[in-house]
């Protein structure tokens, strides 16, 4: 059985100009363990536009359906399903990496143990942002590097969506934070995210101004949201045993062995395999997380910062922006009201 909706469909890989809004088709088993959410909105992020530009991870460029983080409301529930009711408010990260539609639509048919119930308190729109990033942040400031009381923490792009993010469950986890930014503008983000010192690395080398700040010791974590010189360059500013949480890839060592003499751990973190490589027990590990955003969005713990909201018709001129403008928080599409 299907459920006909519109949504921003893939043409082929490509540009911007690829995304066109069509009818879609989703499969829809009303006996089965899925709920369909009515979207009131959904994140765009930067994996977006490379599944766009690349083709995505499972099947065909051609008819797919980008988006991975998502709230709404629930239409219906499979029979299958249990602890969710038509009505409830929803938000998941789930699709968007081929395979099943992603969240550049109307509707969405969700596993019910990617679902997360969305607090009164919290605007959908927030709960759409936040998914992606959130989890992201965790996994690697909680999960990877398990930073705490007193840590100092070095976090590259933190004026972006997850950089903000990041540092914000960082702090929250009692570490001292210090970001690399590269703007005035974007400082001034960072530090309202938590961030005890901002490096504007067009200006200033990067290790120089972290190791002034560590009084000469170092950090004892780093999140890597740049890769290449700028993965390694910071193996030179990180405590002996200490940790790199990279999203970019692992390009290797120093010429001088620095990761291997300092006992450092090299952590990847890529979000989106439970999803594309049918992970269930880590779906469900990472709704655990969503809900702990909630909580946290809800008790005013963390905050996501919407740099800008696009009607779902344009979400080609969405990334646009973000390829060009670059990160200075999150950008949303919008649904329209039935």
């Known amino acids: 059985m299907t459920f006909t909706t519109h949504a921003i469909v893939m043409r082929a890989a490509g540009g911007p100009d690829v995304l066109q809004y069509l009818p879609l088709d989703l499969a829809w088993d009303p006996e089965g363990a899925e709920v369909l959410v009515r979207l009131v909105a959904a994140g765009v992020n930067p994996a977006d536009t490379f599944f766009r530009s690349l ?45 099943a539609a992603g969240t550049y639509a109307l509707h969405a048919v ?4 990617c679902l997360v119930r969305v607090p009164d308190r919290v605007a959908l729109e927030d709960a759409a942002a936040i998914a992606l990033v959130f989890i992201t942040g965790w996994e690697a400031m909680v999960e990877r590097a398990a930073v705490g009381q007193g840590d100092l923490v070095l976090i590259h792009a933190g004026a972006g969506g997850t950089g903000q993010m990041a540092t914000q469950i960082a702090r929250a986890m ?14 001034e983000l960072s530090l309202a995210a938590g961030a005890e010192l901002v490096i504007r690395y067009k200006d200033e080398d990067f290790c120089a101004a972290v190791m002034d700040w560590s009084g000469g010791d170092g950090v004892r974590a780093v999140l890597d949201n740049i ?42 973190v890529m979000m989106l395999t439970p999803m594309w490589k049918g992970l269930r027990s880590h779906l469900i590990r990472q709704a655990a997380i969503l809900q702990k955003a909630m909580d946290w969005l809800a008790e005013g713990e963390v905050f996501v910062r919407i740099q800008d909201r696009f009607p779902l018709v344009k979400a080609a001129e969405a990334h646009r922006l973000l390829e060009n403008a670059g990160g200075s928080g999150k950008i949303i599409l919008t649904m329209p009201a039935e």
Do not use: W
């Open 174 to 187: 009692g570490a001292r934070v210090a970001t690399t930014v590269s703007s005035a503008q974007k400082a």
């Open 110 to 113: 969700v596993p019910v143990e």
């Open 227 to 268: 890769g290449g010189d700028g993965f390694l360059n910071s193996l030179r500013v990180l405590q002996p045993y200490g940790h790199i949480v990279t999203l970019m890839g692992t390009p290797g060592d120093l010429p001088d062995g620095t990761a291997y003499n300092g006992n450092l751990t090299i952590h990847n």
């Open 55 to 99: 083709g995505p991870y499972l099947g065909a460029a051609e008819g797919c359906v980008l988006g991975h983080d998502g709230a709404g409301i629930v239409q219906a529930v499979g029979r299958a399903a249990t602890g969710f009711a038509p009505g409830d408010r929803v938000c998941f990260c789930h699709g968007g990496v081929g395979g």
